[in-house]
């Protein structure tokens, strides 16, 4: 399902984007450095998933973790009261995980290669 990791890819860098395009980078420094490391490593693995051949099935146990920090940033780092940002992290973290989930376990088994080390 190539579909599901570009879907990735482009919510990652979204969520990259997110701090500049909405000007929420001003407000938070916090929320900003949060945005752009997790944006770069969401779309980093998702880039990985759509362009690997042969990808690790903790790919995407490891994008399931990265969309429950998104969902869960804004409350622990003490940045939710910055509406758009919290808004982005909370969505892209939904769907970064929603997708990481049914790759792992609704998606046919030849859609992922499972590599064992």
Wanted: with cysteine.
């Amino acid at each position: 399902m190539k579909w599901s990791a570009w879907i990735t890819v482009l919510v990652g860098v979204c969520l990259l984007a997110a701090p500049f395009a909405t000007g929420y980078n001003t407000l938070s420094n916090v929320a900003t450095a949060e945005a752009v490391v997790l944006g770069v490593l969401i779309a980093g693995l998702g880039l990985w998933t759509a362009l690997g051949t042969e990808v690790p099935a903790y790919v995407d146990y490891l994008l399931v973790v990265c969309g429950a920090w998104s969902i869960i940033a804004p409350f622990a780092l003490a940045y939710g009261n910055t509406g758009m940002a919290r808004n982005s992290d909370v969505i892209v973290g939904i769907v970064v995980a929603a997708v990481a989930v049914y790759r792992t376990f609704v998606a046919s088994p030849g859609a992922h290669q499972k590599v064992t080390a």
